[in-house]
């Protein structure tokens, strides 16, 4: 148990600590009645869950949750939120009974089942142990791509990606129905007045520099995908925030004129129709669906210059490259898009919005 | 599709065919009877035709379609089954006969949806003569019950539609919760539900087992009246006289006792049933009924209400003779089907006829009538002494049989409740038409009638057609039982 | 048993493909009815997009009839490292339930969104309405368990929204909708949590592989909860007793196509997953799983037949009393699974295809009037028969077999239910069967008499036939009922060898 | 002692996902319980995470395995060495639960989006976010006349 120990002094006490905080949070978000806050440590929240998942080595997760978690939805929150009691109802101790036995009792069913499992950290564990490992013998000879999590996300696993896209369109199309396109939206939305005085210079100048790097990085965060941390998902967040922190500099009508909300929806779609649409490219050219190893037929993959890729002696999987390449873009495209569209559908139902109309 | 299978085919196809056709035309009264008659009578020469082959020995089977593995819907005809199918279809004929003067005569609203259901409801019957099997049965008894609910509720008020709920709640409740699971488990432990001689469950079962069962069918078999599954029949009494008479003698208990008497000859067999302890307790129940339903009926000034309960103790007789453990009763209930339906719808058409031009309900408001209508209240007497059963007419032989059948197994209480309900009938039946012939009460003058002309004629006719066959049958009961002797073969 | 030869007009290459262009069609329908012009593009999108399904559906239950069970590895990998397709009888049979009540809905809803939804949301009604067939397609078609939870949620997230959009005619869908999406996540979660536990004790996520897994580990605590929390988290999915709170008003307040199709095929799947995990994951002989099957499932499923019904039999209102009826009618299906014999899980499956379809049936014709008059209580009801008789035809067929009256489906259905119970020797469970068609009785019977046997009170709006292109779809529903109640030897087989396939399955 | 530290993080994780549970059910008002949603589908995440952490690893991210040594080496792999020190050497954690849980967040994120939206269109038509209110509010609607305002 040796190697457990020195482990233990190093990084179980980060974790242990970091979750510890995790404890603290949920429970202040348990008691306080100020929605505001609550949403606000929500924020923390994820920022701390996702140091610890840094800690525990998935840098990928840790990404995607910092931007989500600390990113959309909050934002989604506070745009929900806007001008409603920013108090939540006193709730009487009687009412927290029921659902006080519902946690604990599940709880315990989870604990008592949880200390059956091989001990944390365990290499031999059958979760390390089968499956998992044979991805990290076999992913990069198969994919090509460093990043073992995105070969198994764009690749072995795929189709799930695809279903993830997938549920993130339909949210688009759940918030564009509940919300409507934004069209109720005005000149300049009381949810920008709040954030900026309505001609602030500074602020636009800053604006008009950072949103280009903004999204100069998505296309990085998107790019880099295969070889270190992040992928479409992140790149797509991040675009969509520049898009909207326009809308807060310049108001949404503003950015409503640069992207339209149709075309927002347009490129939701045609980002799930590119990633299902490479499947079948794939079943045409002979394949299975998303067998990227059949995206070329053998006389364009012969077309592709060995050097392409730089490093012009690595045997390379054109297929394999060019599909996580594509349905990247895919999820790219949709991901950007439908959080634009669902913060169109907020931010025009804002009840500021609405005052103007 | 050999002609057998062609004639249930007929058999069954006539009266939708009649059903949609009497929709399509509901506009034009005359065309629409005119078919109905015309139906009755296609149906009549085909009963006789499937009865002469039965007679012969080569009876019509047609298996329709086979729902599930195992499950079919199956046809078979046999003596009961002929004789039921040529007695409804027979009672149907007369029975719109009487309707068109009923109908006509009171200017009844519906007339339409009426003539459409009661089409409905003879397929239903049509079919229920038919089956080959339990299920095939259960699925055109719940036709019958679906097609007849309309009927009931014709008059449409409140005091209608609380019948209905009263009518399909007892009805299909039973059927539903005891029949069902019954026959399903006929199915479950002989494998099949088919009738055949000698009982399906014959030596496949233990005999408390089986007790189980019977109880299920017999108490699920609400139709048959049998108390305390008994109380929807007065309830539907709010119906008009036609569908009393359907009711009563043509179709609805009708089926509900052949079912009985079906299970008892083909599923169960009179072995097994002798064998059953439970067919000894529900013997006692039917006998009670039978004198319990008379002592009610004694007091019943209402005419069909009295008529209801009557019929209520006929069907208990049926009941027992289905359960005696000699196999001669279910020739002797065979029998009694027939001569009580004859003789019942004679009196419900009476009623009816009486009502149409007198508007008396009440048995207080009749006397003296009969010197107005003599026809009428002749042919009541004869029917009330047929369902007595007093010479010369056919009821007499049914009852005699039927006692015969008792004292042969030694069922001292049935036997003694048949002679005690006939004594009773005597005094609640035959009375009502004799007051009427009296002359009328010097301080109470009969109302006057509505329809001063009498009861129309197409209302009288009828009447006299089935008096005359109470008395017809008298002589050719032989006939009808040797006819039924088939049904107690497998016997020892 | 059956025979699908005249499918195989079907190209080779398409067969090979079927699994997964099942459910990549209705997928790409989506996007497409997303992105189409106008409503009118939007409903023959959508339509298209479930007959290729329909027909995907009967290609791969050719391609099962000739093989048995067809497997199709997604991206070239083999599982465990990729997620696979694995179909047997009841995944072909569901999605052939699923599909065919797709196109009728399809075709349904070219008429009930020009009538309940604003024009220019349709193109994504149209695309929520086959995101969420695509789903439903995929939860029963894949091997995986984490697939399986990923296809739950792309055929949850979208109805959501859609069952909110009932808001337009009755606000009472925006708490229904939202008290629906808790749940259901709350379900998706806890099955993740499920599988996550699986996971940890066998280190794979495809079902076959952890099944063969399983064989030495049944014991462990920790696949002790991977059983409970899937199980509770799929019972919420399917409305499980006491796990239905939600169904009730999301199915009364929605509009009316999600009504139609969430009724006849959500809660199916998810049941379907149920049965799935249940018989072909765990072991059913085995401690926990007998156990669950003989003193959860069976109790849970009579009760939810008995209680259910008689909060039917006591509501006013008409698409509530179909709700309620349908949680009891779960409870049948339950019932039969849990009776563990062949016969009573080929029943079970029976009824499911007979609920799903004569629910879909009451659902659209209610609709197909309720259009018109914006009616709710039996009252708002009354006379509707007589104003529009064909349309309320078709629901007193559709009715009749949930009643279970002969010559419909539902009577055989209940027939081959009441048998399985009586040669399995459970005699509470027959009880409990005539018990509620008592109570069915009693509430079909309430609606019929006032659709039928009432006259609408003086001034109130009166019913009017439903359009063809409601008619059409509904009498198909109707005209099936009756098909299957005369001979059922097609969905009887179906059931027979998907039980076959539950019960065959496990290593 | 150390059986109880192996499984704290287990523990910790659990007691997470169950204030998430607590806050759902416990809170009247809706933006309360979606947040306690969130929380609960994120700890969710963090239980797969912590399944997937081995000891003394690191991020499943290859070390050149794209150039020529690492094909070589992952070409010819034996098993013992892997379990002894993982590929080139380098102890990996498993990137399946990371994979799975990437899709669970995303899956989290559409969930709130969809269940505020429908918030927000609650509160305009009910003027609150209590479902208490709500439910009285309902109450007084009579139930026969279906359209609401």
Same mark, same amino acid.
């Given at each position: 148990?040796?190697?457990?120990?020195?482990?233990?002094?190093?990084?179980?006490?980060?974790?242990?600590?970091?979750?510890?905080?995790?404890?603290?949070?949920?429970?202040?978000?348990?008691?306080?009645?100020?929605?505001?806050?609550?949403?606000?440590?929500?924020?923390?929240?994820?920022?701390?869950?996702?140091?610890?998942?840094?800690?525990?080595?998935?840098?990928?997760?840790?990404?995607t949750?910092?931007?989500v978690?600390?990113?959309?939805?909050?934002?989604?929150?506070?745009?929900?939120?806007?001008?409603?009691?920013?108090?939540?109802?006193?709730?009487?101790?009687?009412?927290?009974?029921?659902?006080?036995?519902?946690?604990?009792?599940?709880?315990?069913?989870?604990?008592?089942?949880?200390?059956?499992?091989?001990?944390?950290?365990?290499?031999?564990?059958?979760?390390?142990?089968?499956?998992?490992?044979?991805?990290?013998?076999?992913?990069?000879?198969?994919?090509?791509?460093?990043?073992?999590?995105t070969?198994?996300l764009a690749s072995?696993r795929g189709f799930d990606t695809l279903g993830e896209t997938t549920v993130i369109f339909a949210a688009g199309v759940?918030?564009?129905?509940?919300?409507?396109?934004?069209?109720?939206?005005?000149?300049?939305?009381?949810?920008?007045?709040?954030?900026?005085?309505?001609?602030?210079?500074?602020?636009?100048?800053?604006?008009?520099?950072?949103?280009?790097?903004?999204?100069?990085?998505?296309?990085?965060?998107q790019?880099?995908g295969?070889?270190?941390?992040?992928g479409g998902f992140q790149a797509g967040v991040?675009?969509a925030?520049?898009?909207?922190?326009?809308?807060?500099?310049?108001?949404?009508?503003?950015?409503?004129?640069?992207?339209?909300?149709?075309?927002?929806?347009?490129v939701a779609a045609l980002g799930v129709l590119l990633y299902s649409g490479i499947g079948?490219?794939?079943?045409?050219?002979?394949?299975?669906f998303l067998?990227?190893?059949?995206?070329?037929?053998?006389?364009?993959?012969?077309?592709?210059?060995?050097?392409?890729?730089?490093?012009?002696?690595?045997?390379?999987?054109?297929?394999?490259?060019?599909g996580i390449?594509f349905i990247e873009l895919g999820v790219l495209f949709t991901v950007a898009a439908t959080m634009?569209t669902i913060?169109?559908?907020?931010?025009?139902?804002?009840?500021?919005?609405?005052?103007?109309? | 599709?050999?002609?057998?299978?062609?004639?249930?085919?007929?058999?069954?196809?006539?009266?939708?065919?009649?059903?949609?056709?009497?929709?399509?035309?509901?506009?034009?009264?005359?065309?629409?009877?005119?078919?109905?008659?015309?139906?009755?009578?296609?149906?009549?020469?085909?009963?006789?035709?499937?009865?002469?082959?039965?007679?012969?020995?080569?009876?019509?089977?047609?298996?329709?379609?086979?729902?599930?593995?195992?499950?079919?819907?199956?046809?078979?005809?046999?003596?009961?089954?002929?004789?039921?199918?040529?007695?409804?279809?027979?009672?149907?004929?007369?029975?719109?006969?009487?309707?068109?003067?009923?109908?006509?005569?009171?200017?009844?609203?519906?007339?339409?949806?009426?003539?459409?259901?009661?089409?409905?409801?003879?397929?239903?019957?049509?079919?229920?003569?038919?089956?080959?099997?339990?299920?095939?049965?259960?699925?055109?008894?719940?036709?019958?019950?679906?097609?007849?609910?309309?009927?009931?509720?014709?008059?449409?008020?409140?005091?209608?539609?609380?019948?209905?709920?009263?009518?399909?709640?007892?009805?299909?409740?039973?059927?539903?919760?005891?029949?069902?699971?019954?026959?399903?488990?006929?199915?479950?432990?002989?494998?099949?539900?088919?009738?055949?001689?000698?009982?399906?469950?014959?030596?496949?079962?233990?005999?408390?087992?089986?007790?189980?069962?019977?109880?299920?069918?017999?108490?699920?078999?609400?139709?048959?009246?049998?108390?305390?599954?008994?109380?929807?029949?007065?309830?539907?009494?709010?119906?008009?006289?036609?569908?009393?008479?359907?009711?009563?003698?043509?179709?609805?208990?009708?089926?509900?006792?052949?079912?009985?008497?079906?299970?008892?000859?083909?599923?169960?067999?009179?072995?097994?049933?002798?064998?059953?302890?439970?067919?000894?307790?529900?013997?006692?129940?039917?006998?009670?009924?039978?004198?319990?339903?008379?002592?009610?009926?004694?007091?019943?000034?209402?005419?069909?209400?009295?008529?209801?309960?009557?019929?209520?103790?006929?069907?208990?007789?049926?009941?027992?003779?289905?359960?005696?453990?000699?196999?001669?009763?279910?020739?002797?209930?065979?029998?009694?089907?027939?001569?009580?339906?004859?003789?019942?719808?004679?009196?419900?058409?009476?009623?009816?006829?009486?009502?149409?031009?007198?508007?008396?309900?009440?048995?207080?408001?009749?006397?003296?009538?009969?010197?107005?209508?003599?026809?009428?209240?002749?042919?009541?007497?004869?029917?009330?002494?047929?369902?007595?059963?007093?010479?010369?007419?056919?009821?007499?032989?049914?009852?005699?049989?039927?006692?015969?059948?008792?004292?042969?197994?030694?069922?001292?209480?049935?036997?003694?409740?048949?002679?005690?309900?006939?004594?009773?009938?005597?005094?609640?039946?035959?009375?009502?038409?004799?007051?009427?012939?009296?002359?009328?009460?010097?301080?109470?003058?009969?109302?006057?009638?509505?329809?001063?002309?009498?009861?129309?004629?197409?209302?009288?006719?009828?009447?006299?057609?089935?008096?005359?066959?109470?008395?017809?049958?008298?002589?050719?009961?032989?006939?009808?039982?040797?006819?039924?002797?088939?049904?107690?073969?497998?016997?020892? | 048993?059956?025979?699908?030869?005249?499918?195989?007009?079907?190209?080779?290459?398409?067969?090979?493909?079927?699994?997964?262009?099942?459910v990549a069609?209705?997928l790409m329908?989506a996007c497409?009815?997303a992105?189409?012009?106008?409503?009118?593009?939007?409903?023959?999108?959508?339509?298209?997009?479930?007959?290729?399904?329909?027909?995907?559906?009967?290609?791969?239950?050719?391609?099962?009839?000739?093989?048995?069970?067809?497997?199709?590895?997604i991206?070239?990998?083999?599982?465990?490292?990729?997620i696979?397709?694995?179909?047997?009888?009841?995944?072909?049979?569901?999605?052939?339930?699923?599909?065919?009540?797709?196109?009728?809905?399809?075709?349904?809803?070219?008429?009930?969104?020009?009538?309940?939804?604003?024009?220019?949301?349709?193109?994504?009604?149209?695309a929520?309405?086959?995101l969420?067939?695509a789903g439903?397609?995929g939860?029963?078609?894949?091997?995986?368990?984490?697939n399986?939870?990923v296809f739950?949620e792309v055929?949850?997230i979208g109805?959501?929204?859609?069952?909110?959009?009932?808001?337009?005619?009755?606000?009472?869908?925006?708490?229904?909708?939202?008290?629906?999406?808790?749940?259901?996540?709350?379900?998706?979660?806890?099955?993740?949590?499920?599988?996550?536990?699986?996971?940890?004790?066998?280190?794979?996520?495809?079902?076959?592989?952890?099944?063969?897994?399983?064989?030495?580990?049944?014991?462990?605590?920790?696949?002790?909860?991977?059983?409970?929390?899937?199980?509770?988290?799929?019972?919420?999915?399917?409305?499980?007793?006491?796990?239905?709170?939600?169904?009730?008003?999301?199915?009364?307040?929605?509009?009316?196509?999600?009504?139609?199709?969430?009724?006849?095929?959500?809660?199916?799947?998810?049941?379907?997953?149920?049965?799935?995990?249940?018989?072909?994951?765990?072991?059913?002989?085995?401690?926990?799983?007998?156990?669950?099957?003989?003193?959860?499932?069976?109790?849970?499923?009579?009760?939810?037949?008995?209680?259910?019904?008689?909060?039917?039999?006591?509501?006013?209102?008409?698409?509530?009393?179909?709700?309620?009826?349908?949680?009891?009618?779960?409870?049948?299906?339950?019932?039969?699974?849990?009776?563990?014999?062949?016969?009573?899980?080929?029943?079970?499956?029976?009824?499911?295809?007979?609920?799903?379809?004569?629910?879909?049936?009451?659902?659209?014709?209610?609709?197909?009037?309720?259009?018109?008059?914006?009616?709710?209580?039996?009252?708002?009801?009354?006379?509707?028969?007589?104003?529009?008789?064909?349309?309320?035809?078709?629901?007193?067929?559709?009715?009749?077999?949930?009643?279970?009256?002969?010559?419909?489906?539902?009577?055989?259905?209940?027939?081959?239910?009441?048998?399985?119970?009586?040669?399995?020797?459970?005699?509470?469970?027959?009880?409990?069967?005539?018990?509620?068609?008592?109570?069915?009785?009693?509430?079909?019977?309430?609606?019929?008499?006032?659709?039928?046997?009432?006259?609408?009170?003086?001034?109130?709006?009166?019913?009017?036939?439903?359009?063809?292109?409601?008619?059409?779809?509904?009498?198909?529903?109707?005209?099936?009922?009756?098909?299957?109640?005369?001979?059922?030897?097609?969905?009887?087989?179906?059931?027979?060898?998907?039980?076959?396939?539950?019960?065959?399955?496990?290593? | 002692?150390?059986?109880?530290?192996?499984?704290?993080?287990?523990?910790?994780?659990?007691?997470?996902?169950?204030?998430?549970?607590?806050?759902?059910?416990?809170?009247?008002?809706?933006?309360?319980?979606?947040?306690?949603?969130?929380?609960?589908?994120?700890?969710? =995440? +963090?239980?797969?995470?912590?399944?997937?952490?081995?000891?003394? &690893? %690191?991020?499943?991210?290859?070390?050149? /395995? $794209?150039?020529?040594?690492?094909?070589?080496?992952?070409?010819?792999?034996?098993?013992?060495?892997?379990?002894?020190?993982?590929?080139?050497?380098?102890?990996?954690?498993?990137?399946?639960?990371?994979v799975?849980?990437l899709t669970a967040i995303v899956v989290g994120v559409s969930?709130?989006a969809? =269940? +505020?939206?429908?918030?927000?269109?609650?509160?305009?038509?009910? &003027? %609150?976010?209590?479902?208490?209110?709500? /439910? $009285?509010?309902?109450?007084?609607?009579?139930?026969?006349?279906?359209?609401?305002?």
């Amino acid at each position: 148990m040796s190697g457990a120990i020195s482990f233990l002094d190093a990084n179980l006490a980060i974790d242990l600590a970091l979750l510890a905080m995790l404890v603290v949070l949920a429970a202040a978000i348990a008691m306080t009645r100020k929605l505001l806050a609550a949403i606000l440590l929500m924020g923390v929240y994820s920022l701390v869950s996702a140091v610890w998942l840094v800690v525990m080595d998935a840098p990928d997760v840790a990404f995607t949750e910092a931007v989500v978690g600390a990113g959309v939805s909050t934002i989604v929150l506070l745009g929900a939120i806007l001008l409603t009691r920013a108090e939540a109802e006193k709730t009487g101790w009687g009412r927290l009974i029921a659902p006080a036995l519902i946690a604990v009792a599940t709880g315990a069913l989870l604990v008592y089942a949880a200390l059956d499992l091989p001990s944390f950290g365990d290499p031999t564990s059958p979760a390390n142990a089968y499956v998992g490992r044979t991805y990290l013998e076999v992913a990069s000879r198969d994919t090509g791509a460093a990043n073992v999590v995105t070969a198994v996300l764009a690749s072995y696993r795929g189709f799930d990606t695809l279903g993830e896209t997938t549920v993130i369109f339909a949210a688009g199309v759940g918030v564009a129905l509940a919300l409507g396109f934004g069209e109720r939206a005005a000149p300049a939305s009381r949810l920008m007045a709040g954030a900026t005085g309505d001609h602030n210079v500074v602020l636009r100048v800053a604006a008009k520099l950072l949103i280009p790097i903004i999204a100069l990085f998505a296309f990085y965060v998107q790019f880099h995908g295969d070889l270190g941390p992040g992928g479409g998902f992140q790149a797509g967040v991040i675009l969509a925030v520049a898009v909207i922190l326009h809308a807060l500099v310049f108001g949404l009508r503003e950015t409503m004129t640069a992207v339209k909300p149709s075309f927002a929806r347009g490129v939701a779609a045609l980002g799930v129709l590119l990633y299902s649409g490479i499947g079948v490219v794939c079943i045409v050219n002979g394949g299975g669906f998303l067998d990227y190893g059949h995206l070329f037929t053998a006389e364009i993959e012969a077309q592709i210059p060995p050097g392409l890729l730089g490093d012009p002696g690595a045997t390379h999987h054109w297929g394999q490259h060019f599909g996580i390449f594509f349905i990247e873009l895919g999820v790219l495209f949709t991901v950007a898009a439908t959080m634009v569209t669902i913060f169109y559908g907020f931010a025009g139902r804002s009840p500021g919005g609405e005052a103007k109309l | 599709m050999n002609s057998g299978e062609l004639l249930i085919l007929m058999a069954l196809a006539i009266p939708l065919f009649v059903a949609a056709a009497v929709y399509a035309v509901g506009r034009m009264p005359d065309v629409r009877e005119t078919l109905t008659m015309v139906a009755c009578i296609a149906l009549i020469v085909i009963a006789i035709s499937m009865a002469m082959r039965v007679g012969q020995g080569d009876p019509p089977v047609w298996i329709a379609a086979r729902p599930l593995e195992g499950v079919e819907l199956a046809f078979r005809l046999e003596p009961l089954g002929a004789l039921f199918a040529l007695m409804a279809s027979a009672l149907w004929g007369v029975n719109s006969l009487f309707s068109i003067g009923y109908m006509r005569g009171r200017r009844e609203a519906n007339q339409t949806r009426f003539y459409v259901c009661f089409a409905l409801a003879m397929f239903g019957a049509m079919g229920v003569a038919m089956a080959g099997n339990l299920f095939t049965l259960f699925v055109f008894y719940e036709v019958l019950t679906f097609s007849t609910y309309p009927l009931v509720t014709h008059k449409g008020d409140e005091a209608a539609r609380r019948a209905g709920r009263i009518y399909l709640a007892i009805l299909v409740g039973c059927s539903v919760t005891l029949l069902l699971p019954g026959i399903i488990g006929v199915h479950v432990i002989a494998g099949s539900t088919d009738f055949i001689p000698g009982g399906q469950l014959a030596g496949k079962i233990a005999p408390g087992l089986a007790g189980v069962l019977l109880a299920l069918l017999v108490f699920g078999t609400a139709k048959a009246a049998l108390m305390p599954v008994h109380s929807w029949l007065p309830a539907a009494m709010v119906a008009p006289a036609p569908v009393s008479a359907l009711l009563h003698a043509v179709a609805v208990v009708k089926a509900g006792v052949f079912t009985l008497l079906k299970v008892s000859a083909y599923i169960f067999g009179p072995v097994l049933i002798s064998e059953m302890a439970v067919a000894q307790y529900l013997l006692w129940i039917a006998a009670a009924t039978i004198v319990i339903a008379s002592l009610v009926a004694m007091r019943k000034d209402d005419l069909k209400a009295r008529l209801a309960w009557s019929t209520i103790g006929q069907l208990a007789y049926i009941t027992s003779a289905a359960l005696l453990p000699a196999s001669a009763g279910l020739v002797a209930g065979g029998l009694h089907l027939l001569t009580h339906a004859v003789g019942k719808i004679t009196l419900f058409m009476c009623v009816g006829a009486i009502y149409v031009a007198s508007g008396a309900t009440k048995v207080s408001e009749m006397r003296g009538l009969g010197r107005r209508m003599p026809i009428v209240f002749g042919c009541f007497l004869v029917a009330a002494l047929s369902v007595t059963g007093l010479p010369p007419f056919a009821g007499m032989w049914s009852k005699f049989l039927l006692l015969t059948a008792s004292f042969g197994s030694d069922e001292w209480i049935t036997a003694a409740a048949m002679i005690v309900s006939s004594l009773l009938s005597l005094f609640y039946l035959a009375p009502v038409a004799i007051r009427g012939l009296l002359p009328p009460a010097k301080d109470a003058p009969p109302a006057e009638f509505i329809r001063p002309g009498g009861a129309p004629g197409l209302a009288v006719a009828p009447v006299v057609i089935t008096a005359l066959a109470c008395l017809v049958l008298f002589f050719l009961a032989d006939e009808v039982t040797a006819f039924l002797i088939p049904v107690a073969g497998g016997a020892p | 048993m059956i025979s699908f030869e005249t499918l195989y007009a079907a190209p080779l290459e398409l067969i090979k493909h079927a699994p997964v262009l099942l459910v990549a069609g209705p997928l790409m329908g989506a996007c497409a009815a997303a992105l189409a012009p106008n409503s009118r593009w939007a409903w023959m999108i959508s339509v298209a997009a479930s007959i290729f399904a329909a027909w995907m559906a009967l290609c791969v239950a050719g391609e099962v009839a000739r093989k048995g069970v067809v497997d199709y590895a997604i991206g070239g990998f083999a599982p465990p490292l990729g997620i696979a397709f694995r179909i047997d009888w009841l995944s072909a049979m569901m999605g052939l339930l699923i599909s065919f009540i797709s196109v009728l809905a399809a075709l349904y809803s070219g008429h009930a969104l020009r009538a309940e939804v604003r024009e220019e949301k349709h193109g994504l009604f149209q695309a929520g309405f086959l995101l969420c067939q695509a789903g439903l397609l995929g939860v029963v078609s894949t091997g995986d368990a984490f697939n399986a939870f990923v296809f739950l949620e792309v055929a949850s997230i979208g109805t959501y929204a859609l069952v909110a959009l009932g808001a337009d005619r009755d606000r009472r869908a925006l708490p229904a909708a939202f008290n629906y999406l808790i749940m259901g996540t709350i379900g998706a979660t806890f099955f993740v949590i499920g599988v996550g536990f699986l996971y940890a004790a066998t280190g794979t996520l495809n079902m076959a592989d952890i099944a063969t897994r399983l064989v030495t580990l049944s014991d462990s605590r920790a696949v002790l909860a991977g059983f409970a929390f899937i199980v509770v988290g799929l019972g919420l999915k399917a409305a499980m007793f006491p796990l239905h709170g939600w169904l009730p008003n999301a199915y009364a307040y929605a509009p009316s196509l999600i009504a139609v199709f969430l009724s006849a095929t959500a809660t199916k799947a998810a049941i379907y997953l149920l049965a799935r995990f249940l018989f072909t994951v765990f072991d059913p002989g085995s401690g926990f799983a007998h156990l669950f099957l003989v003193w959860v499932l069976a109790p849970l499923g009579a009760i939810a037949a008995i209680v259910c019904s008689l909060q039917a039999v006591f509501e006013p209102e008409l698409r509530r009393m179909l709700a309620f009826s349908s949680v009891a009618q779960v409870g049948y299906i339950l019932l039969g699974l849990s009776i563990a014999s062949l016969g009573g899980m080929s029943a079970g499956l029976m009824h499911l295809t007979a609920h799903s379809l004569m629910k879909a049936a009451l659902f659209m014709a209610l609709g197909g009037v309720a259009i018109l008059l914006r009616a709710r209580t039996l009252a708002d009801f009354a006379g509707a028969g007589r104003d529009a008789p064909w349309t309320m035809a078709a629901f007193a067929i559709a009715a009749a077999s949930l009643m279970g009256l002969p010559l419909t489906f539902g009577f055989l259905t209940k027939f081959r239910l009441i048998e399985a119970a009586l040669s399995a020797n459970q005699i509470w469970i027959v009880a409990v069967i005539a018990a509620s068609s008592l109570l069915a009785l009693i509430y079909v019977g309430r609606m019929l008499e006032a659709l039928f046997f009432r006259t609408p009170a003086p001034g109130a709006a009166r019913a009017a036939e439903a359009p063809l292109g409601v008619l059409v779809p509904l009498w198909i529903l109707a005209g099936v009922s009756v098909w299957f109640g005369v001979d059922a030897s097609l969905p009887e087989g179906l059931a027979n060898s998907g039980a076959l396939a539950l019960l065959g399955a496990r290593p | 002692m150390s059986f109880l530290l192996d499984h704290l993080n287990y523990v910790a994780v659990v007691v997470l996902m169950m204030g998430g549970l607590f806050i759902v059910f416990s809170s009247g008002n809706l933006i309360k319980r979606m947040v306690g949603l969130a929380i609960f589908q994120t700890s969710t =995440g +963090l239980f797969y995470i912590s399944l997937a952490k081995v000891s003394g &690893g %690191t991020a499943p991210i290859m070390i050149n /395995a $794209a150039s020529k040594e690492g094909q070589a080496l992952a070409a010819e792999l034996d098993l013992a060495y892997v379990a002894a020190h993982g590929l080139d050497g380098v102890v990996y954690s498993n990137p399946l639960p990371h994979v799975l849980i990437l899709t669970a967040i995303v899956v989290g994120v559409s969930t709130l989006a969809v =269940g +505020l939206a429908i918030a927000v269109r609650l509160r305009e038509a009910y &003027g %609150t976010l209590e479902a208490d209110e709500i /439910a $009285a509010l309902d109450r007084e609607t009579p139930k026969s006349t279906g359209a609401g305002p």
